[in-house]
């Protein structure tokens, strides 16, 4: 079956502690995407990856990081996470990086800072 | 620049009932458009798009969408609500600058009156 998968699915920690959001897909895709969702704010694109070894930052990237060393994966990575991280995480994956390629979403990370 | 405007934050209709929500965009070239949906704790879902050629598109669990570049909306509808269609709705619009980035509105949430 087809599907990106996150892990884990909540998470609550402590301000300063690093964590990692692992993804994973199965579908050979190139474009792989870190979203956050926040209430009235839609989702907003952290980073993006084109392919392997190739990223680059989206709307809200302050105080994230992310690699791409494998096709299948894209970690993301909070070195020293504060409260005003506490969101939902969405990791997505697309064909390539054409527009118009229909995402393919995980289920949701929720992760609560304290 | 892009941006996504959903009117209507929740919006309530009786079983039967005509499904309207309503989505407008801005895009400074010819954009591509996309509604998904998402049920509580899972992640989006791709309900339909539209990328070029028919202005009307049809997506899956009877709903459909019409492109209007003159009012620029792409509102989605329903004819007939069925319970199962409680969700919130995400309107998103990416364009042809090589980064498959999706930007979204901040989502309408679809009760269903039985």
């Known amino acids: 079956e087809a599907q990106v998968t996150q892990n884990p699915r909540y998470l609550i920690t402590v301000t300063g502690k690093k964590l990692t959001v692992t993804c994973s897909q199965n579908m050979n895709h190139e474009y792989m995407s870190w979203y956050r969702q926040d209430p009235g704010l839609g989702l907003r694109q952290i980073y993006y990856?084109?392919?392997?070894?190739?990223?680059d930052k989206g709307d809200v990237p302050e105080g994230y990081k992310v690699s791409r060393k494998e096709k299948r994966n894209f970690p993301l990575i909070l070195e020293s996470p504060s409260p005003n991280q506490t969101s939902l995480y969405f990791c997505?994956?697309?064909?390539?990086?054409?527009?118009?390629?229909?995402?393919?979403f995980g289920d949701g990370t929720r992760l609560s800072i304290l | 620049a892009q941006s996504v405007t959903q009117l209507g934050s929740h919006v309530s209709v009786s079983e039967g009932a005509l499904v309207l929500l309503r989505c407008n965009y801005s895009?400074?070239?010819?954009?591509?458009l996309f509604w998904y949906v998402q049920y509580p704790n899972q992640g989006l879902q791709l309900l339909l798009k539209y990328t070029t050629g028919a202005t009307l598109v049809k997506g899956i669990n009877g709903f459909e969408a019409e492109f209007k570049k003159s009012e620029t909306s792409f509102h989605l509808t329903k004819p007939s609500a069925h319970m199962s269609d409680a969700a919130e709705y995400f309107c998103a619009v990416s364009s042809n600058f090589g980064n498959e980035k999706l930007t979204f509105g901040t989502g309408t949430r679809l009760t269903i009156i039985p």
């Open positions: 997505a994956s697309a064909y390539n990086g054409q527009s118009g390629q229909p995402q393919h």
């Open positions: 895009s400074s070239v010819p954009p591509y």
């Open positions: 990856s084109m392919n392997v070894e190739v990223t």
